[in-house]
C-alpha cells in the first residue's frame, strides 16, 4: 500500500470516528429537543384548560412560567444543535480540502505513469525487457514486475474514483447541514418570538391577580400548613410500619428460639433413659468433673448411689436484639426494594400527562416573594387525570388530610411513594398493585387547580425515613 492510500485510509478512519461521535451528540440533542417540544405541547394542553375557568388564573400563571421555562430549555438546545452542525461544516469542508488535495496528487501520479506507459508502449520494447533477462528465473521476475506496473495503475485509476465519490458524498453531506442549520436558525426565532408573546401574557396575567394579594397569602399560609400535616403524617406512618415490620422479625426469632428449645428438652427426654442428656453449655460432663471435647456435648450417669438420671434444663430464653428495618424485610421484598432503586430516573410519572408547578424543596412562589417548602413535586394535570402507582407495591395505607385530599401509601420494601389530593380511590389498603396501575383520580384545590402531589420517601440505614427528590426518580 503506498503512502499515499495510506494517508488516505487514517484521515477516513479519524473523520468516521469523529463523525460517530458527533452524530451520537446530534441524536441526543434531537431527542432532547422533542422531549422538550413535547413537554410544552402537553403545558399548552394544560393551559387550555385551565382558561376555561375564570378561577384558576393562579394555573394560567403556572402553566405560563412552565412553558417559558421549557421554552428557555428550548432554545438551548438548538443552540447546542447550531454548534455541533458548525463543527461538523467545519471538519468536512477540511475532509473534503483534504480528499480534493489527496486527488489532485493521485492525478498527477497517475499522468506521470501513464506517460511512461506511452513511451514504452511498443510490444517489441515489452518482449525485448522480457529476453534481455540473463536466465529464465529473471524473465519471470521482469514478467511479474510488468503485471505489477499494470495492477498498480488500475490501482490508481481507482483510487481517483473513490476520492472523487468520497467529495461528492461530503458536498451532499456538507449542503445538507447546512440546509438544517438554516431550519435550526428558523426555529429558534419562532421561539423567541414566542418567548416574548408569551412573557406580555404573563406580565398581563400577573397585573390582574394583583388585586388578590390577600386571598392568595391566605392560601399561600392554608397550603403550608396542608403541606406540613402531610409531612408529620406521612412520617408516622411509615415510623409505624417500621415498628411492625421489627416486632413481626422479632416474633418469628421469637418463635424460632422457642421451637429450638422444645427439640432440645425432646432431645434430652429421648436420652435420659440411656444415662445421656444433652447439655446447652457446649461441652461434655465426665465423672471426674473433667471437660472432653467430644460431639455432641453429652452427661454421664454419676457414680453416686443416687437414683435420679440428671436433666439437663431447658434453654434459656435470650433477648432477641431488635432488627433494623432493611433486615426485617423478607427476600421478596428486598428484592422489590432493590428493583426499585436500581429503576431510579426511569419510574413512570404518577400521571400521564402534565407538568411540574412546584419543585422539590424550597419554591419561590410564582407571583409573590414568598418561599414555599415542599417534601414533594406538584404536577399540574388535567381535570380528572388517572393517577398510576410508579412502580409495583403494597397499598399500605388510605388517609385524609384537609387541604391535601385524600392520600394513598404504597409500600416498595425501602421506599414509600405517596400520592395526594385523590378525589376518589380506587385501591384497597393491603391490595398490591403493580406498576402504572390506577389508584384513583386528581381533584381540584380550593383555588380551582388540579395539582396532584406527588411524594418518595426512602428508609435510611438508622431507620430514619427521609423525603427524596421526585424529580431524580421519575422519567423525564
Same mark, same amino acid.
Given at each position: 500500500m503506498t503512502s499515499c492510500m495510506r494517508f488516505l485510509v487514517l484521515a477516513l478512519l479519524c473523520f468516521f470516528s469523529f463523525s460517530a461521535i458527533a452524530q451520537t451528540n446530534r441524536t441526543e440533542l434531537e431527542k432532547r429537543r422533542e422531549s422538550i417540544l413535547q413537554a410544552i405541547r402537553e403545558t399548552q394542553e394544560q393551559l387550555e384548560l385551565t382558561r376555561k375557568d375564570k378561577n384558576a388564573t393562579l394555573a394560567e400563571l403556572r402553566a405560563l412560567q412552565s412553558k417559558l421555562a421549557e421554552r428557555q430549555?428550548?432554545?438551548?438546545?438548538?443552540?447546542?444543535?447550531?454548534?455541533?452542525?458548525?463543527?461538523?461544516?467545519?471538519?468536512?469542508? *477540511?475532509?473534503?480540502?483534504?480528499?480534493?488535495?489527496?486527488? !489532485?496528487?493521485?492525478?498527477?501520479?497517475?499522468?506521470? +505513469?501513464? %506517460?511512461?506507459?506511452?513511451?514504452?508502449?511498443? +510490444?517489441?520494447?515489452?518482449?525485448?525487457?522480457?529476453?534481455?533477462?540473463?536466465?529464465?528465473?529473471?524473465?519471470? %521476475?521482469?514478467?511479474?514486475?510488468? *503485471?505489477?506496473?499494470?495492477?498498480?495503475?488500475?490501482?490508481?485509476?481507482?483510487?481517483?474514483?473513490?476520492?472523487?465519490?468520497?467529495?461528492?458524498?461530503?458536498?451532499?453531506?456538507?449542503? +445538507?447541514?447546512?440546509?438544517?442549520? !438554516?431550519?435550526?436558525?428558523?426555529?429558534?426565532?419562532?421561539? *423567541?418570538?414566542?418567548?416574548?408573546?408569551?412573557?406580555?401574557?404573563?406580565?398581563?396575567?400577573?397585573?390582574?391577580?394583583?388585586?388578590?394579594?390577600?386571598?392568595?397569602?391566605?392560601?399561600?399560609?392554608?397550603?403550608?400548613?396542608?403541606?406540613?400535616? &402531610?409531612?408529620?403524617?406521612?412520617?408516622?406512618?411509615?415510623?409505624?410500619?417500621?415498628?411492625?415490620?421489627?416486632?413481626?422479625?422479632?416474633?418469628?426469632?421469637?418463635?424460632?428460639?422457642?421451637?429450638?428449645?422444645?427439640?432440645?428438652?425432646?432431645?434430652?427426654?429421648?436420652?435420659?433413659?440411656?444415662?445421656?442428656?444433652?447439655?446447652?453449655?457446649?461441652?461434655?460432663?465426665?465423672?471426674?468433673?473433667?471437660?472432653?471435647?467430644?460431639?455432641?456435648?453429652?452427661? %454421664?450417669?454419676?457414680?453416686?448411689?443416687?437414683?435420679?438420671?440428671?436433666?439437663?434444663?431447658?434453654?434459656?430464653?435470650?433477648?432477641?436484639?431488635?432488627?433494623?428495618?432493611? &433486615?426485617?424485610?423478607?427476600p421478596e421484598v428486598t428484592a422489590l426494594s432493590n428493583n426499585f432503586e436500581s429503576n431510579k430516573g426511569k419510574l413512570p410519572w404518577p400521571v400521564e400527562k402534565g407538568f411540574i408547578a412546584e419543585r422539590f424543596g424550597v419554591n419561590k412562589h410564582p407571583l409573590y416573594n414568598v418561599k414555599i417548602e415542599n417534601s414533594g413535586i406538584e404536577i399540574q394535570t388535567a381535570p380528572g387525570a388517572a393517577v398510576r402507582a410508579v412502580f409495583n407495591g403494597t397499598v399500605k395505607n388510605i388517609f385524609y388530610v384537609p387541604g391535601m385530599g385524600q392520600c394513598v401509601l404504597i409500600d416498595h420494601g425501602r421506599f414509600f411513594t405517596v400520592y395526594s389530593r385523590l378525589a376518589n380511590v380506587s385501591v384497597s389498603k393491603g391490595q398490591t398493585v403493580s406498576m402504572k396501575q390506577t389508584i384513583g383520580t386528581v381533584g381540584p384545590n380550593d383555588s380551582g387547580e388540579y395539582l396532584m402531589h406527588f411524594e418518595l420517601w426512602r428508609v435510611g440505614a438508622n431507620d430514619k425515613s427521609s423525603a427524596q427528590n421526585p424529580e431524580h426518580w421519575i422519567a423525564r
Open positions: 430549555k428550548l432554545i438551548g438546545n438548538i443552540n447546542q444543535e447550531i454548534a455541533a452542525i458548525n463543527q461538523n461544516i467545519q471538519y468536512s469542508a *477540511k475532509e473534503i480540502e483534504e480528499l480534493r488535495r489527496n486527488l !489532485d496528487m493521485l492525478k498527477v501520479r497517475y499522468a506521470q +505513469s501513464i %506517460r511512461y506507459a506511452y513511451k514504452n508502449r511498443a +510490444s517489441y520494447n515489452m518482449i525485448a525487457f522480457l529476453f534481455s533477462a540473463n536466465d529464465f528465473n529473471e524473465a519471470i %521476475r521482469r514478467l511479474k514486475y510488468l *503485471k505489477k506496473y499494470r495492477d498498480y495503475r488500475k490501482e490508481q485509476a481507482e483510487q481517483i474514483r473513490v476520492t472523487h465519490k468520497k467529495i461528492e458524498h461530503k458536498i451532499n453531506v456538507l449542503n +445538507s447541514e447546512k440546509t438544517q442549520k !438554516d431550519i435550526l436558525r428558523l426555529a429558534e426565532e419562532q421561539q *423567541k418570538q414566542a418567548v416574548l408573546k408569551e412573557a406580555n401574557e404573563t406580565d398581563k396575567i400577573v397585573q390582574e391577580l394583583k388585586g388578590r394579594e390577600r386571598e392568595l397569602a391566605n392560601a399561600i399560609a392554608k397550603n403550608q400548613k396542608s403541606l406540613r400535616q &402531610l409531612e408529620r403524617t406521612i412520617q408516622n406512618l411509615i415510623q409505624r410500619e417500621i415498628e411492625l415490620a421489627r416486632k413481626k422479625a422479632e416474633e418469628e426469632e421469637r418463635r424460632r428460639k422457642e421451637e429450638e428449645n422444645r427439640r432440645m428438652m425432646a432431645a434430652n427426654a429421648n436420652r435420659g433413659a440411656t444415662g445421656i442428656s444433652v447439655t446447652n453449655s457446649g461441652t461434655a460432663n465426665t465423672p471426674g468433673g473433667g471437660a472432653a471435647t467430644t460431639t455432641p456435648t453429652i452427661n %454421664r450417669p454419676s457414680t453416686s448411689t443416687s437414683a435420679t438420671t440428671p436433666v439437663s434444663k431447658p434453654i434459656a430464653s435470650a433477648s432477641v436484639e431488635r432488627p433494623s428495618y432493611s &433486615l426485617s424485610l423478607t
